[in-house]
Every structure is written in C-alpha cells, then in structure tokens.
C-alpha cells in the first residue's frame, strides 16, 4: 500500500490514502521506527460527505486511537491540497466537524473550543495536584482539559528536567484518573512565549504536539497565566502559533513533506 511520510515541526506522521483501499496490516508494526516505517502516528484517509470532506483518523504507535491530532490534521490537509488544488479542506475526526486552510504558506487548522468539563476529558473529579502527589514538586499549576483527545498540563516557573518529564509523563499517562489515559504537557512561559514539552499517551515524549500547544494555551488563559489572545509555542522540534479566534483555537505551523513509497508489510 502506498504512503506518505510527513511532519509538522518534528512530529512525524505516516499518511494512508484509504478511500479506495482499506489498511488491514499491522498498525503498530507500520510504526516501529525499527521494523516498520516509523512515526509518531498513523494517519488513514478515508471519503467524507462532500468533495471537501475527508474522514480522518489517528493511530498511536501503540495502535490505539487518537482522537485528534492538530499537526497531523494540517499535514492531511497540505497533502490534500496538493492533490485537489483546493485551498481549504473540512475533516470530520472522531464525530467533530475540524476545518483546515491555507493562508498564504501556512496550514491553519481550527481546533475547536477547550472543554474542561471532567466528564469531556475524561478525568475523574479529584484535587489534581494531591492526588497525582505533585504538590511537593516544582509544579505550581495543574488543570486537565480535552481538544478532542485528554490533556494534563503542569506548569513550573522554573521549567522541567529531563528526568522529571520522562518520569512523570511516563506515571502520569495511565494514572487511574485518566479513563482513557491522557496526553502530559509540561509548560514554561517565556520572554519568547511558552516553552513546551509534551509526552503523548501511546508514544512518549514527541518533538512537538498540536492539540498539546492548544491545551497548553487553552489552561494557560483560564489559570490567569497568559492574557493575551496569541502565542508561539515552542518545542523540541520546532515552534506552532495559537490563537483565539472567537472561542475557537486555531494553530499552524511548519508541514515537510518527507517521502513516498510502498508498505509491504
């Protein structure tokens, strides 16, 4: 089967043209960076409703579902344009309505709202800090909110050390308050912006994470952290701008398209 492999900002995806041909092969085999192709995610295509219309949907490396994927949405949307010419293209991911465009050499995507209700994360309803036993570290701020996938961000004004984030991110993503396990972010704010490192449920740490910028902000502006409406986002592997536009979350960033071929596996 044929696939593209891209990346936004490092965050690296396999993409799947499945519209004509179902994937029955192995998921997470495809995405061992040892005996498969290797990548963060795998992202299959499938028809939606109208010609501008595409289903997507994410797998982690460990093959379970991602409910949403901003970088992974804005790679799907640049490979699409460059296949229909169109400058904007709908999704429909996981039950919601996601639209992506171009403006000038950016792919935008709008994230939707943030959703804090415990029962939309999902998270159970408990004081974060004490019962994640964070209250006696460098975390000064904790709060969960979903972008279509389960967010925890923490913040530190000093920032987090290697050790801390693969700790913590690898304990924190299948805590027992976390149903469906959860997406940890980690968050400086900075003279340049927000310094941020993101440890993805079913992956690990990754260069960069969309819908993790987008939660990151989205808490950020309800703790009182951040007041204004923009922010660039910098991670490992690169930097994403955020915005609030009305009382949606747009994101963009870089998209590389970095090769084609054929899964045989």
């Not at 939606?48 to 949907?57: E, K, Q």
């Not at 490396?61 to 992974?72: F, I, K, L, R, T």
């Not at 400086?188 to 941020?196: H, R, S, V, W, Y």
Request: net charge negative.
């Amino acid at each position: 089967m044929e696939f593209t492999k891209m990346h936004g900002a490092g965050n690296d995806f396999v993409l799947l043209d499945c519209r004509a041909q179902a994937f029955e092969g192995d998921r997470v085999l495809l995405c061992d960076r040892h005996r498969g192709i290797g990548c963060d995610q795998l992202i299959e295509v499938h028809e939606g409703t109208t010609p501008d219309c595409y289903s997507l949907r994410f797998y982690n490396q460990d093959g379970s579902v991602a409910g949403a994927c901003g970088n992974g949405t804005r790679c799907s949307a640049a490979w699409l344009m460059q296949q229909t010419g169109l400058d904007a293209i709908n999704f429909t991911i996981a039950g919601r309505q996601v639209p992506a465009w171009r403006d000038k050499e950016q792919i935008w995507v709008n994230m939707g709202q943030a959703a804090f209700d415990t029962a939309d994360i999902p998270a159970s309803e408990m004081p974060l800090r004490q019962v994640l036993a964070l209250q006696d570290t460098q975390v000064t701020e904790a709060m969960v909110c979903s972008m279509g996938n389960p967010h925890l961000v923490l913040y530190s004004e000093q920032g987090f050390s290697d050790a801390f984030v693969a700790e913590q991110g690898a304990r924190l993503e299948v805590h027992e308050i976390f149903p469906e396990q959860a997406n940890i972010g980690f968050l400086n704010i900075t003279e340049q912006g927000f310094a941020l490192r993101v440890w993805e449920r079913g992956v690990g740490e990754t260069l960069a994470c969309g819908s993790g910028a987008c939660a990151a902000f989205a808490v950020a502006q309800k703790a009182g952290l951040w007041s204004q409406n923009s922010v660039a986002v910098h991670l490992p592997g690169g930097v994403l701008n955020v915005k609030m536009q009305d009382t949606d979350i747009e994101m963009t960033g870089p998209v590389t398209f970095v090769a084609e071929g054929v899964w045989h596996g």
